[in-house]
């Protein structure tokens, strides 16, 4: 039997080529090798989220783009977090396995307890305790579907840490395997994805190309690429030129090495790198927009397609509540 991966998805719209790269390639890798289920933590979001409208075009954008990079609901498991009941009902079970300490350790909880102190609000002002639970629910979304592998970012290692603690006290507890212990898989070496101020691409700065939009704005926004002021004439260096680092990750080869010819012979300004570096991009997104356009274009086939993959997750889900209730005594 293959081993199960676990792809967790916060629901974030304007999804940008630093997250395709960096996050919805590697892990639509993992489909090759293992039993891969992917899921929109849609109640994680509501943590954050407060307006519907918002949050609920973010499901759907999410879902959109995940499968128009090539995310084959037939292939694997593809659903809706709050689809699951299972899921809220392994939280409750699990939290008498947690300690509270446990909490008060997590990074993300920790981190937000400082920035309250260090502007001398109460240190719990605005903390919400879905933030505070978060750990415990995302223990449960690994666990109820007897998770081998989690691929992760570093941030979120912690987490697992916490997923594993938490199933081995629960197995500790009965004296049997009740619960499967899950791994993470950090993901080493992924692509780092340059902005458009040379920064890492992130939302929090500011500096994305997005995925899915016009391909008139896709070129203007990569026009807007810092570079430095090298005239025309002068030799370029490949290496240190972030339009070039983004020009490899759409570009094979011998692209590659003819273009990083044309930078070191000079008579390219940035304008023109800039036009090459669109081209390709543009190139490898067009199908892809094409395909997010298609299924925002039809959300009841998008609903129905996270409901089918519901209806797949829901059964395995149920089996594993079910054993845990039977080894604590309840429903006996
Ligand atoms: N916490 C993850 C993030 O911030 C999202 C997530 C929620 C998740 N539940 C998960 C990831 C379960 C992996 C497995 O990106």
């Known amino acids: 039997m293959k081993k199960v991966s676990l792809t967790?998805?916060?629901p974030t719209g304007d999804l940008h080529i630093g997250n395709y790269f960096g996050a919805i390639k590697p892990a639509l890798e993992l489909a090759k090798e293992y039993d891969a289920r992917y899921f929109i933590a849609d109640y994680h979001g509501l943590n954050t989220m407060k307006n519907p409208t918002e949050l609920n075009s973010s499901i759907r954008q999410?879902?959109?783009?995940?499968?128009a990079s090539g995310?084959?609901?037939?292939k694997v498991i593809f659903y809706r977090q709050s689809s699951i009941p299972e899921v809220f009902e392994l939280t409750?079970?699990?939290?008498?396995?947690t300690s509270k300490g446990l909490m008060n350790r997590a990074h993300a909880y920790k981190a937000a307890v400082q920035e309250n102190n260090e502007k001398g609000d109460d240190p719990d002002?605005?903390?919400?305790?879905g933030l505070f639970t978060y750990p415990i629910l995302m223990a449960a979304d690994i666990i109820i579907f007897d998770s081998d592998v989690v691929p992760v970012g570093k941030d979120q290692v912690q987490h697992i840490e916490m997923a594993q603690d938490i199933a081995q006290s629960v197995n500790a507890n009965y004296g049997q395997p009740v619960l499967k212990v899950p791994n993470a898989a950090v993901q080493e070496n992924v692509a780092v994805v340059p902005g458009l101020d040379g920064r890492k691409m992130s939302k929090s700065y500011n500096n994305t190309i997005p995925l899915f939009v016009p391909e008139k704005t896709l070129r203007k926004?990569?026009?807007?690429m810092v570079t430095n002021s090298q005239s025309v004439e002068e030799p370029k260096d490949p290496e240190t030129s972030q339009v070039f680092q983004l020009y490899k990750l759409?570009?094979?080869n011998s692209e590659q090495a003819a273009l990083a010819a044309r930078y070191r012979a000079g008579g390219m300004g940035w304008g023109e790198a800039k036009e090459e570096l669109f081209r390709v991009v543009n190139r490898e997104l067009t199908p892809v927009r094409e395909r997010y356009d298609a299924i925002m274009a039809d959300i009841p086939a998008l609903d129905k397609i996270l409901e089918?993959?519901?209806?797949?997750?829901?059964?395995?889900?149920?089996?594993?509540?079910?054993r845990f209730r039977k080894a604590a005594g309840i429903d006996c």
């Open 92 to 97: 409750t079970m699990i939290m008498a396995f």
């Open 250 to 252: 759409f570009a094979d």
């Open 62 to 67: 999410v879902a959109a783009g995940w499968l």
């Open 221 to 224: 926004t990569i026009m807007r």
């Open 8 to 10: 967790g998805i916060k």
């Open 71 to 74: 995310l084959d609901p037939e």
């Open 125 to 129: 002002a605005g903390i919400n305790m």
């Open 308 to 322: 089918q993959g519901a209806q797949k997750a829901r059964p395995i889900a149920a089996a594993t509540v079910k």
